[in-house]
């Protein structure tokens, strides 16, 4: 079965200071897609960032970025100059291009992120 | 504005009393998907929709019903609920399911 596992429920930064989230996951697929995803205090989900498996290189959106490591099946999520506001719940999420499970998606349980002034 | 609605965003009800909530898109996305999210267990798909009455279960369809006779609403129907389906239910869509997915506020469902 395919699975996400985050082994961290909890983590704690320092304002302007970088944090690394992680995440690993299980597939027997080559080709699919991850994500993370953040869900503040508003409950509201946003993308964070998305990797393509087929892509080498590692995906980066302004202080986020991941380090994948296909062969490990890691994905970790990296946030630089940390900000109060990136205190929230992130979550790591799965899905396979093609097979069985065409249209599944699957979450980790996620890590709650406290951002100290 | 593009987005996701749901309806009711609260609710409280009682076991075995059929409930039905609401998600609807306007931006013309293909697949649908509803999750409810339980502390510490992260979101979990309940079902999924590639495209119009075309649906699959997800991880925890145990319960729920789903439809999608129109593109833009993909309801959740729970025919008798229970204790255990109380919860905080979210739908969202996307173009397909290796985008982003757009989510609505969430629904939080109370079974009594």
């Known amino acids: 079965a395919q699975t996400v596992t985050q082994s961290q429920p909890e983590m704690s930064v320092q304002e302007a200071e970088t944090v690394t989230l992680s995440c690993t996951y299980d597939t027997s697929e080559s080709d699919y897609y991850l994500f993370w995803y953040k869900q503040p205090p508003s409950r509201q989900m946003i993308l964070v960032i998305r990797q393509e498996a087929y892509k080498q290189q590692n995906a980066t959106e302004n202080r986020f970025s991941v380090n994948f490591q296909k062969a490990a099946k890691s994905f970790s999520l990296k946030i630089s100059d940390s900000q109060l506001g990136d205190a929230a719940m992130y979550f790591c999420?799965?899905?396979?291009?093609?097979?069985?499970?065409?249209?599944?998606?699957?979450f980790g349980k996620g890590t709650k992120l406290s951002v100290k002034p | 504005e593009a987005q996701v609605t749901q309806n009711p965003r609260y609710l409280i009800t009682v076991t075995g009393k059929k409930l039905t909530v609401t998600c609807s898109q306007n931006?013309?996305?293909?697949?649908m998907s509803w999750y409810r999210q339980d502390p510490g267990l992260g979101l979990r798909q309940i079902y999924y929709s590639m495209n119009v009455e075309v649906t699959d279960k997800g991880d925890v369809p145990e319960g729920y019903k789903v439809s999608r006779k129109e593109k833009r609403n993909f309801p959740l129907i729970l025919e008798s609920p229970s204790p255990n389906q109380t919860s905080l239910y979210f739908c969202?869509?996307?173009?397909?399911?290796?985008?982003?997915?757009?989510f609505g506020p969430g629904t939080r469902l109370t079974v009594l």
């Open positions: 999420a799965y899905t396979p291009n093609y097979g069985g499970s065409q249209g599944n998606l699957i």
């Open positions: 969202a869509s996307s173009l397909n399911r290796a985008n982003e997915q757009f």
């Open positions: 931006m013309n996305h293909e697949y």
